[in-house]
C-alpha cells in the first residue's frame, strides 16, 4: 500500500486542522492504521491509532480530547482532526499502515508495529 500524507501547515495556537491520508494499491480495509509524529531532536511518538473498521480508536494521552482519527474505507483515506492546537503538536505527522489478517481489529502504538509510512507532513503551531 502507498500512503500521502496531506493537510498540514502552520495555524496559531488554539486553532484546528485535518490530516488526510490517502491510500492506494491495496485494500484500504486490510490494514490498521496509526498516526505518528516526529519533532526534530526527537524520536518518533505515537499519535492515534484505528482499527481496521474504525471501531477502535486510541490516542495518546497528550492529544487526547483534541485529536479524532477516523477512516472512510469505501474512499480509502484516513483523517486526523486536530483542535485546540498547541505549540507543542509542532512536528512532521506520519501516517502508517499495518497489515492485519483474520479480522483482527486492534489498535496499534509503536512504530516497529507498522508496515508501511507516508512521507509526512509538517505541522506548525505558532503565533
Known amino acids: 500500500v502507498q500512503l500521502q500524507a496531506s493537510g498540514g501547515g502552520l495555524v496559531q495556537p488554539g486553532g484546528s486542522l485535518r490530516l488526510s491520508c490517502s491510500a492506494t494499491?491495496?485494500?484500504?480495509?486490510?490494514?490498521?492504521m496509526g498516526w505518528f509524529r516526529q519533532a526534530p531532536g526527537y524520536e518518533r511518538e505515537f499519535v492515534a491509532g484505528i482499527s481496521w473498521n474504525g471501531g477502535k480508536t486510541n490516542y495518546a494521552d497528550s492529544v487526547k480530547g483534541r485529536f479524532t482519527i477516523s477512516r472512510d474505507n469505501a474512499k480509502n483515506i484516513l483523517l486526523l482532526q486536530m483542535n485546540s492546537l498547541e505549540p507543542e503538536d509542532t512536528a512532521f505527522y506520519y501516517c502508517a499502515a499495518r497489515r492485519i489478517a483474520g479480522g483482527n481489529d486492534g489498535t496499534y502504538n509503536y512504530p516497529y508495529n507498522y508496515d508501511y509510512w507516508g512521507q509526512g507532513t509538517q505541522v506548525t503551531v505558532s503565533s
Open positions: 494499491g491495496s485494500i484500504f480495509s486490510s490494514y490498521a
